[in-house]
């Protein structure tokens, strides 16, 4: 009984799912297609119309509004 109780967590296991009957197809299928992104999409006002970051090559401080 003793050897019962001390072996039976020294091996892995599989969870064990009701539903499941192990055909993972539907997964890799999804997992390696290739989606390609809508590129010619108009870009946000915010990101259009913004200035060039300060740098301290190039530190231009232009007030709001010009």
Known sequence: MLALVLF???????????????????YVDKATEIEYPDIHTEPLPDAAQSHAPLTVAHPDFKKSGT
């Open 8 to 26: 039976t967590g020294c091996h892995p296991t599989q969870p064990f799912y009701f539903s499941s009957d192990g055909d993972l197809s539907h």
